[in-house]
Nanobody, 123 residues
Framework: QVQLVESGGGLVQAGGSLSVSCAGS????????MGWFGQAPGKEREFVAA????????YYTDSVKGRFTISRDNAKNTLYLQMNSLKPEDTAVYYC????????????????WGKGTLVTVSS
């Protein structure tokens, strides 16, 4: 059974930094494309960032480019999202997701999802 477990969410002031992690199990993590998606209050879940199997390709939504960094450690089966210069509009539940297909661009669907971790940015 595939499990993706996010951690590291919390409350941070605008301009601050936060890192969230996702531990994967039950899948060949090193061969999974991985991504982060965010769901702001009252809105639909949206793409944030994605990374290819070996980390050679990354994609970001425009609003986080230059502020967020997605990375992975395949030896630890862990995905990361470093968030800097946070803004109140970054407030969302952040979901980790995995897909068995190669990452060729911004993903439109993912096979597996975590339960999410809440990031709240205060103004």
């Amino acid at each position: 059974q595939v499990q993706l477990v996010e951690s590291g969410g919390g409350l941070v002031q605008a301009g601050g930094s936060l890192s969230v992690s996702c531990a994967g199990s039950g899948l060949t993590f090193s061969m999974a494309s991985m991504g982060w998606f965010g769901q702001a209050p009252g809105k639909e879940r949206e793409f944030v960032a994605a990374i290819s199997w070996r980390g050679g390709r990354t994609y970001y939504t425009d609003s986080v480019k230059g502020r967020f960094t997605i990375s992975r450690d395949n030896a630890k089966n862990t995905l990361y999202l470093q968030m800097n210069s946070l803004k109140p509009e970054d407030t969302a539940v952040y979901y980790c997701a995995a897909d068995r297909r190669p990452l060729l661009g911004i993903p439109t669907g993912m096979d597996y999802w975590g339960k999410g971790t809440l990031v709240t940015v205060s103004s």
